[in-house]
C-alpha cells in the first residue's frame, strides 16, 4: 500500500525547527526524526542511502545528532560509510525536474 505524505513541504518552503532527536527503527528500516516544534517524520532507510551513495549492505550502528547547532543528523555504518541527513531533507518534498 502506498501512502500520501502531506505533512511534506514542498521544495524551498519547510520552515526550520532544530532537529531534536533521530533514531533508526530496524522493524520499521527507516528513521524517526522529531523536531521540537513537535513534527515527527518517519524517514525510509532506502532513501536515505540512495541520497548519500551508501552501500546497500551497510548496517546503521550509530544515529547522532550534534548538540550544537541540530541542523541534521549523522548515521555511521559498520563498513566506516556515513550519512549525514539535513532537516531540509526530512521536512521538505524533493524538487520537481520543470522542462521549459
Not at 43 to 59: F, G, L, M, V, Y
Request: no cysteine; aromatic share 12%; hydrophobic share 35%.
Amino acid at each position: 500500500m502506498k501512502t500520501i505524505n502531506t505533512i511534506k513541504k514542498p521544495f524551498g518552503k519547510a520552515s526550520w525547527s532544530p532537529v531534536k532527536h533521530a533514531r533508526y527503527l530496524d522493524w520499521e528500516d527507516a528513521f524517526d526524526v522529531e523536531f521540537d516544534d513537535g513534527l515527527s517524520f518517519l524517514e525510509p532507510h532506502k532513501t536515505i542511502k540512495k541520497a548519500n551513495k551508501i552501500s546497500a549492505d551497510a548496517i546503521p550502528v550509530r544515529v547522532s545528532v550534534p548538540r550544537k547547532f541540530r541542523t541534521h543528523f549523522k548515521i555511521t555504518y559498520d563498513n566506516g560509510q556515513t550519512a549525514e541527513v539535513s532537516w531540509s531533507f526530512v521536512r521538505e518534498l524533493p524538487p520537481t525536474n520543470s522542462k521549459k
